[in-house]
């Protein structure tokens, strides 16, 4: 496994599929998100939320959202408690870039075009829960014809 500043999935490492609100312990650190390529620590602070954007999120903002490679790293100076709660839509409901954020068309091409399948959520929720600790694109393109 490449060191995580290589900016590669790690076996803890991950995506979320859909919004995650976490509550997290406000003073024991542990979450780090993935920045340009770097591990930086996500800084407890008292009351606060920490809201998730994942691959759904990504695809329907196309793109202007980006789903964020995170994990969670044993801490040896106390034990982190965090409550997480994941909002999702129907598995049968139908995923794609909002129509309002692609562009018109110019000579019948798009000039701000999808950057995603549009795909059925329980058919990406199948590929994803085979494929969590790998990269995201390969899970869009396997659910890409809808």
Partial sequence: MPPPGEGKCSPSSHRCWGVVLLFQ????????????????DVQPLKNAIV?????????????????????????IDGQRRSIASFYNPSLKATIA???????PKVENKAIDAAKYPKFVFGDYMSVY????????EPRFQAVKAV
């Fill in 129 to 136: 829960f085979d494929q969590k600790f790998q990269h995201k």
């Fill in 51 to 75: 809201i998730n954007t994942g691959d759904q999120i990504e695809v329907l903002s196309n793109g202007r959202y980006k789903s964020i490679l995170h994990r969670v790293v044993p801490q």
């Fill in 97 to 103: 870039p909002a129509p309002q954020l692609l562009g």
């Fill in 25 to 40: 312990d406000d003073e024991v650190k542990g979450l780090q998100m993935l920045k340009d390529r770097i591990w930086i």
